[in-house]
């Protein structure tokens, strides 16, 4: 499918998500960044294929790349359950708030994050949060790791059918978990 | 100015505060001036026949108690409380697109820091547009009560009393007594109130305009300002209202009325009533009565409409929120459809023609091109309207109004025989065949604002089964843009009503009229255990029905926080969405809760301009329990809202600018609002830093002294984005400064209770809200020490709390 935005009435305005050709564009992204994030939205318990949901394929990537994670909503429960302890539980609009904050350390009181990921946030949320970010915050890099196109992350997938999108994270898992 | 009995002046809007010795003289107050004729006057340089005196209109103000510093204020007299709030709840800007595109120097790009032709940049744009919100939700309650308080002035006489509780209200109007300083006493001394807030808002407005103001922080203040006239304007539309209409008076006993699609008779003429501002509905009530026809037409309505109207007339009956409309409209049931303002589809009318129901418009703000029939005569109008021979008709005059659709309805009814537009199974069945064939496009889904899976179900539909369109019934919000969006044509929402007609059948339920105001005999029983956090909090369900997962998350929400003890009132179409669920014994919320403003009750207080009863019950513990000056003194009795009643405001499904607006002028009073998921595309939050320990400290009152007082509330205007975190958040922004040892243990127990049964664990943030060892909840004791220590908690005082610094009472040299 291609790079529009899922809801068809979002317009974003001249600065849009570059799309990424493939996957492993993902790896790369974050193999280079000095200080990733990755914070997973309610809807990763609900989404995915069959029995393995987003929410296991968001742990697998955690713990390869060594991201701290933020569950957002109330899924910390979900992650802890899985035998998972995420860096901590905070909103999304607390996690979006200090992601514009130059003076945040940070959730290991490291410093700010120059690449935060998201995923299993419903799609018009992430949109204007992604949008915050990228006003607010230009030397962030954002990358959207849902299903649809999000045009206001720094780099995003097309909409994607879903059993293509979870192709795409296992890519992504693969690539993170190769040295 | 203390001390000295004053009244005020309004000539030309700007107001002139002058004695009791100069009021003397006045001896006539008329609707647009105030005359004064004085036949003969000896004075010290002469004597003045004659002398006749025209001039603004006057309030005439017998009220003994202080005037404080802010008497009708002007757009930046409580600036400087609107940037103590701003200071500590930062906005966060959250722009839909990266444009402006407000005037022809546009569009301007704003990415990047950019600033656009004008000057401005993203910050600025996006709370200027915030403000637009405001002041358009402003507008429309102002306005309606603009047209009510006429309406009635002609109906019942500028002399008429307000009376909203008799005995037991005696703080009748406290938003404007609080605001404007004054006691309106008569329906005339509503229109100075509403001249005042009139005024303000075009002030408000004008600051929106190209090269006006440039600073997000003063718009933010501007916003504030919006908020709180709302207030002012919708209080007095509901007090003019109260008054006259006989409704419940400040009545927690206030009668049980149907509501729901299933409780309207099919067998009779329907009138459907859908809008917000009440007189047709209420004269054709009142045309049914004086000609023996009640009883004999089902009289029903929509919004707040019907909210007011059962208000009025018990037996008239609730249809649903906002979200109704178009199900109700296509079911076929309405006769005639009556429409008045606010909230209204505005292709209401074409989907009355779709059902061959005449349409009676009655707003100048909707006219839908209408003709303009309110001079002409009934029996002209209503054989136009029973002949088809127009498909509505323009009636600007309510009695008129409600003549023509008694009298219409019965004669259309036995010749639309309830004619419907929703299809029958098969053509269903049918038309998702059609929908199959074209493949994979998803146009519907993607026009869905809740994104629900609409193509799977018309797979499922063309195979036969329309079990999974039935699914779609609970979360849909009735909006039709998948329709709209629709290659095919296909009626969507229709089949999904057909596929859930059996649950729409069923919807039989029971809702407490709206009371009114809180009676000032509730504040004294509830004002301690408030303030002292004995009673938890006060949890305000109001606002739209956009919501994310439908009305029932609501529901259970209420359900929950009374089972807890918390006081929690609602309004408007939440309201609804309360009483449209059963528990499993059968019974609605409101069968269940008393309707008491006390701990475990559940209070309906009405449509959306009485959410200042909710507003003004939090300044009424200020004024009624804690003894403050209330008369024009908005910083104090916000600061002691801020600082000492724990309430927060839900506005689950929150959509509109009235609902944006409605929740600033909570915000200025110091009480945090939450929104559900939707609410994050108004785009604009108050969000505090609990980790930034410096923004929470307040003066102890006592002695001077800055203390830390914790991150409460922690936020101002918050979007969650689940019901889950929206209950852990509620308990949470329930938390005050204030709090004795007992109180704020009890808070602390909701909290951690409902962290640890939605979260799984205990919250991370305890140590900020434990002062000292006697918060902690006993029960939980072991678990929180463990936390404390892990945290190197100190224990600390707990202040005399108060952000302004000319209520420290002791100074420091």
Not at chain 2, 163 to 181: H, S
Request: glycine letters at 8%; proline letters at 5%; hydrophobic letters at 40%.
């Amino acid at each position: 499918m291609s790079a529009e935005p899922w809801q068809r009435a979002e317009i974003p305005g001249p600065k849009k998500a570059l799309v990424f050709a493939k996957p492993e564009v993902v790896v790369t992204m974050v193999k280079t960044a000095k200080r990733p994030l990755l914070i997973v939205g309610h809807e990763a318990v609900n989404n995915g294929l069959n029995e393995e949901k987003v929410i296991d394929y968001m742990i697998r990537m955690a713990k390869t790349a060594k991201i701290p994670v933020v569950a957002t909503a109330h899924i910390f429960g979900e992650f802890v359950k899985r035998g998972f302890q995420p860096a901590t539980w905070m909103s999304v609009m607390d996690i979006t708030n200090r992601l514009q904050d130059p003076e945040w350390k940070g959730l290991d009181g490291m410093g700010q994050y120059d690449l935060a990921l998201f995923i299993g946030i419903p799609y018009y949320m992430e949109w204007v949060i992604l949008s915050s970010l990228k006003h607010i915050s230009p030397d962030l890099k954002t990358i959207s790791l849902g299903r649809f196109y999000q045009p206001h992350a720094t780099c995003s997938f097309s909409n994607l059918s879903l059993k293509y999108w979870i192709e795409c994270l296992k890519v992504i898992i693969n690539g993170l978990e190769a040295k | 100015m203390s001390g000295l009995r004053q009244n005020k002046l309004r000539l030309n809007n700007a107001p002139i505060i002058f004695t009791d010795s100069t009021c003397s003289a006045v001896s006539q107050v008329s609707k647009k001036a105030a005359h004064v004729k004085i036949k003969e006057l000896k004075t010290a340089i002469g004597v003045i026949k004659d002398l006749e005196l025209s001039i603004g209109r006057i309030f005439e103000e017998k009220w003994t108690e202080l005037i404080g510093p802010t008497p009708f204020p002007s757009i930046t007299d409580l600036r400087e409380w609107d940037f103590k709030l701003l200071k500590r709840y930062q906005p966060l800007y959250m722009p839909f697109c990266d444009v402006c595109c407000l005037c022809t120097l546009g569009k301007c790009d704003l990415t990047g820091g950019k600033r656009g032709a004008c000057g401005i940049d993203m910050t600025a744009q996006q709370s200027r547009f915030f403000l637009l919100g405001c002041c358009i939700g402003a507008a429309a309650h102002s306005a309606h009560a603009r047209h009510l308080v006429e309406h009635l002035i002609e109906k019942y006489g500028r002399r008429f009393p307000i009376d909203v509780g008799g005995l037991t209200v005696e703080v009748e109007a406290p938003i404007t007594r609080l605001v404007c300083g004054v006691r309106p006493k008569i329906l005339g001394d509503l229109e100075d109130i509403l001249d005042y807030v009139e005024n303000q808002i075009t002030h408000l407005l004008a600051s929106t305009h190209t090269g006006q103001e440039g600073n997000n922080l003063d718009f933010e203040s501007k916003v504030l300002h919006a908020g709180m006239i709302d207030h002012v304007g919708m209080e007095v539309a509901d007090m003019a209202q109260i008054a006259t209409y006989g409704f419940p008076k400040a009545d927690p006993e206030a009668p049980l009325v149907e509501i729901g699609f299933g409780v309207i008779d099919l067998q009779k003429p329907v009138i459907a009533c859908i809008g917000h501002n009440v007189p047709p509905a209420i004269e054709i009530v009142d045309y049914l009565k004086a000609n023996g026809l009640h009883g004999k037409i089902e009289v029903c309505g929509l919004c707040c409409t019907a909210h007011d109207l059962t208000r009025r007339s018990p037996e008239a009956k609730i249809v649903g929120p906002i979200s109704w409309q178009l199900r109700f409209i296509r079911s076929g049931v309405p006769d005639v459809i009556v429409i008045d303002e606010q909230c209204v589809r505005v292709d209401s009318l074409i989907e009355a023609q779709k059902i061959k129901a005449p349409a009676i418009v009655t707003s100048n703000k909707i006219c839908l091109g209408l003709q303009d029939r309110t001079r002409d005569p009934i029996d002209k109008i209503v054989a136009d309207l029973v002949e088809a021979k127009v498909p509505g008709a323009l009636i600007l005059d309510p009695a008129k109004a409600g003549e023509v659709a008694v009298r219409t309805a019965v004669k259309v009814a036995p010749k639309r025989k309830k004619f419907k537009i929703i299809p029958d199974v098969a053509e269903v069945i049918e038309k998702a065949k059609e929908c199959a064939s074209i493949g994979d496009c998803n146009d519907c889904r993607r026009a869905c604002p809740n994104d629900l899976p609409i193509p799977e179900a018309m797979i499922e539909a063309a195979a036969g089964s329309l079990n999974k369109l039935a699914d779609l019934y609970e979360e849909c919000v009735g909006c039709a843009r998948c329709e709209s969006a629709c290659r095919a044509g296909n009626s969507i929402h229709s089949f999904i009503i057909k596929a859930a007609e059996k649950k729409l059948k069923e919807e039989k339920f029971k809702i407490r009229a709206g009371r009114g105001a809180i009676q000032d005999l509730e504040i004294r029983k509830v004002g301690s255990p408030i303030v002292l956090g004995e009673i938890p909090g006060v949890v305000a369900f109001v606002g739209c029905a956009n919501y994310p997962h439908g009305g029932k998350e609501v529901a259970e929400m209420c359900s929950e926080f009374a089972k807890r003890r918390y006081i929690v009132v609602a309004s408007g179409c939440s309201a609804m969405s309360i009483a449209m669920h059963k528990n499993e014994e059968g019974k609605t919320p409101y069968e269940v809760y008393a309707g008491d403003f006390d701990a475990g009750g559940l209070s309906n207080v009405g449509s959306c301009v009485s959410n200042p009863h909710i507003s003004g019950a939090a300044v009424k513990i200020a004024s009624i329990f804690a003894r403050r000056n209330l008369r024009a003194n908005y910083e104090e009795i916000a600061d002691y809202i801020l600082n000492r009643v724990g309430a927060v405001g839900v506005a689950w499904g929150a959509l509109s600018q009235k609902a944006q607006s409605i929740a600033s002028g909570f915000w200025r009073l110091g009480i945090p609002v939450m929104v559900g998921p939707h609410g994050s595309k108004y785009r604009r939050m108050l969000l505090g830093r609990k980790d930034h320990e410096e923004d929470w400290y307040a003066y102890d009152a006592r002695t001077g002294d800055k203390v830390y007082v914790g991150p409460a509330p922690e936020h101002l205007f918050y979007t969650a984005e689940t019901k889950e975190e929206a209950m852990v958040m509620i308990a949470k922004l329930c938390i005050r400064p204030s709090d004795t040892t007992k109180g704020r243990a009890i808070k602390l127990t909701h909290y951690c209770d409902l962290h640890k049964r939605l979260y799984g664990t205990m919250p991370d943030d305890i140590h900020l809200f434990v002062r000292t060892a006697a918060d902690i909840p006993v029960t939980m004791k072991d678990e929180i020490l463990k936390i404390l220590e892990e945290k190197r908690w100190k224990e600390r005082t707990i202040p005399d709390p108060t952000i302004l610094p000319r209520l420290i009472r002791k100074r420091k040299e």
